[in-house]
């Protein structure tokens, strides 16, 4: 019913930059709050960063505030994560995630995820 579709990772050295991308497709009329998670390998999920679909307020993981940008378009039901100044650390798996309960979404509860896009960031 709902479909996350994530794009932009790569592989970038330490201190570059990439800008991820989620195309959404969710209905109009039914508002959901986007969001990504990340899980590096062998490690549990860990939460990036969020944003309301309908709204501006934003929330980070402290391991990126300063660093990373989460925005959204919802003309174009997309969401983008840009991320500067990347670490080793933030090699990981990047999922898309999409849910109706702001709160619940940041402590790891949503209601659609993406496949992920690989993000490797070597020294």
């Known amino acids: 019913q709902v479909q996350l579709v994530e794009s932009g990772g790569g592989l970038v050295q330490a201190g570059g930059s990439l800008r991820l991308s989620c195309a959404a497709s969710?209905?109009?009329?039914?508002?959901?709050?986007m969001g990504w998670f990340r899980q590096a390998p062998g490690k549990e999920r860990e939460f990036v960063a969020a944003?309301?679909?309908?709204?501006?307020?934003?929330y980070y993981a402290d391991s990126v505030k300063g660093r990373f940008t989460i925005s959204r378009d919802n003309a174009k039901n997309t969401v983008y994560l840009q991320m500067n100044t990347l670490k080793p650390e933030d090699t990981a798996v990047y999922y898309c995630?999409?849910?109706?309960?702001?709160?619940?979404?940041?402590?790891?509860?949503?209601?659609?995820w993406g496949q992920g896009t690989q993000v490797t960031i070597s020294s």
């Open positions: 969710i209905r109009t009329l039914t508002n959901y709050h």
């Open positions: 944003i309301h679909w309908i709204g501006s307020s934003t």
């Open positions: 995630i999409a849910g109706r309960n702001w709160a619940a979404m940041k402590g790891g509860s949503y209601d659609y």
